[in-house]
């Protein structure tokens, strides 16, 4: 029997996600970690087993490099990139958010942190981005100009997207409700909490079944980076409430628990067989120059050495 397409490939099929969002995935769990290097063709040669064209993956790298996260070196006729001393932090605190994050905040002391902010209706730029910052915060919109989150502990990142935005007049409190009642209407007021368990439902769906649990062969690189990119976004749209707010039968615990022991179990093999692509490259160079199969690609019946064991999906 066929095996089904990883669910990232499939859903790259129908026009998500982009080849940059991917690209960030790969840098902060493989790049970062192994030296801050990646050439090209083993760039190309890990996306092209998630489904993405050779075309996508150069424009991603260049426009990655506009924005200042890579510099190019040139080797020959070889592209080695390095990640910048902004790359480096951008994504060493995105990594620690996403592999602290799990769904629920524990031992709550009952404070929030409430911020008033008003943005005039005009400025639609700042408005955006300060939206989508706060949310990445873990901040909800109760009202025009009034945001809230059960982690006073971010105060000072809150008053750092406001101060980068520009936004004067702002005002930080860390206040308790006076009891409890009202308190679920107040957080689903702020956040849309059946949307966030939709897209955990989603992720237990795509990760949880046979193609990942099953103990048939799998390409342990593709399947871990479509891992990570799928539970990168769940820090920005998960708020982390305390467990006492959440609903019973929260499926964000779930989800949190299938990402990690899945994350322990490809960990290891996916970053033997980046190293195997990355390293190879100057190996697997011609006088034409690398291709995009570079670092040892596979041929047609040849086996991966990176194929997930068996007993590597026991317990799923």
Same mark, same amino acid.
């Given at each position: 029997?066929?095996?089904?397409?990883?669910?990232?490939?499939?859903?790259?099929?129908?026009?998500?996600?982009?080849?940059?969002?991917?690209?960030?995935?790969?840098?902060?769990?493989? #790049? @970062?970690?192994?030296? =801050?290097? %990646?050439?090209?063709?083993?760039?190309? *040669?890990?996306?092209?087993? +998630?489904?993405? $064209?050779?075309?996508?993956?150069?424009?991603?790298?260049?426009?990655?490099?506009?924005?200042?996260?890579?510099?190019?070196?040139?080797?020959?006729?070889?592209?080695?990139?390095?990640?910048?001393?902004?790359?480096?932090?951008?994504?060493?605190?995105?990594?620690?958010?996403?592999?602290?994050?799990?769904?629920?905040?524990?031992?709550?002391?009952?404070?929030?942190?409430?911020?008033?902010?008003?943005?005039?209706?005009?400025?639609?730029?700042?408005?955006?981005?300060?939206?989508?910052?706060?949310?990445?915060?873990?901040?909800?919109?109760?009202?025009?100009?009034?945001?809230?989150?059960?982690?006073?502990?971010?105060?000072?990142?809150?008053?750092? #997207? @406001?101060?980068?935005? =520009?936004? %004067?007049?702002?005002?930080?409190?860390? *206040?308790?409700?006076?009891? +409890?009642?009202? $308190?679920?209407?107040?957080?689903?007021?702020?956040?849309?909490?059946?949307?966030?368990?939709?897209?955990?439902?989603?992720?237990?769906?795509?990760?949880?079944?046979?193609?990942?649990?099953?103990?048939?062969?799998?390409?342990?690189?593709?399947?871990?980076?479509?891992?990570?990119?799928?539970?990168?976004?769940?820090?920005?749209?998960?708020?982390?409430?305390?467990?006492?707010?959440?609903?019973?039968?929260?499926?964000?615990?779930?989800?949190?628990?299938?990402?990690?022991?899945?994350?322990?179990?490809?960990?290891?093999?996916?970053?033997?067989?980046?190293?195997?692509?990355?390293?190879?490259?100057?190996?697997?160079?011609?006088?034409?120059?690398?291709?995009?199969?570079?670092? =040892?690609?596979?041929?047609?019946?040849?086996?991966?050495?990176?194929?997930?064991?068996?007993?590597?999906?026991?317990?799923?």
């Amino acid at each position: 029997m066929t095996e089904r397409p990883p669910a990232l490939i499939r859903r790259h099929a129908a026009g998500a996600p982009s080849a940059r969002g991917l690209l960030f995935t790969l840098l902060g769990e493989f #790049v @970062l970690p192994g030296g =801050g290097a %990646a050439w090209t063709s083993a760039v190309i *040669a890990a996306f092209a087993r +998630l489904g993405v $064209a050779e075309k996508a993956t150069r424009q991603a790298l260049m426009r990655t490099s506009a924005d200042g996260w890579l510099s190019a070196e040139k080797a020959g006729r070889l592209t080695q990139w390095h990640l910048t001393s902004a790359g480096r932090q951008l994504l060493t605190e995105g990594a620690g958010r996403i592999y602290s994050f799990t769904s629920a905040a524990e031992n709550w002391d009952g404070r929030w942190l409430l911020v008033a902010a008003r943005i005039p209706d005009g400025d639609r730029s700042t408005r955006h981005a300060v939206r989508t910052r706060l949310s990445w915060a873990g901040l909800g919109w109760l009202g025009p100009g009034l945001w809230i989150s059960a982690h006073p502990e971010r105060e000072a990142e809150v008053a750092r #997207v @406001l101060g980068e935005a =520009g936004v %004067a007049g702002a005002h930080l409190f860390t *206040a308790t409700r006076s009891g +409890l009642d009202g $308190a679920a209407d107040m957080v689903r007021a702020a956040w849309d909490l059946d949307a966030i368990e939709q897209q955990y439902g989603r992720f237990i769906d795509d990760f949880g079944g046979p193609e990942f649990c099953g103990t048939g062969p799998g390409d342990v690189l593709a399947r871990h980076v479509e891992l990570v990119h799928a539970w990168r976004r769940f820090p920005a749209i998960d708020p982390g409430l305390p467990r006492e707010l959440l609903p019973v039968s929260w499926r964000g615990l779930e989800a949190a628990r299938l990402f990690t022991g899945l994350h322990e179990r490809w960990s290891a093999g996916a970053q033997a067989e980046w190293k195997r692509l990355n390293d190879g490259v100057l190996v697997a160079s011609g006088p034409s120059g690398p291709s995009g199969a570079a670092g =040892g690609g596979l041929q047609r019946g040849q086996r991966d050495p990176a194929v997930v064991a068996p007993e590597d999906l026991a317990g799923c």
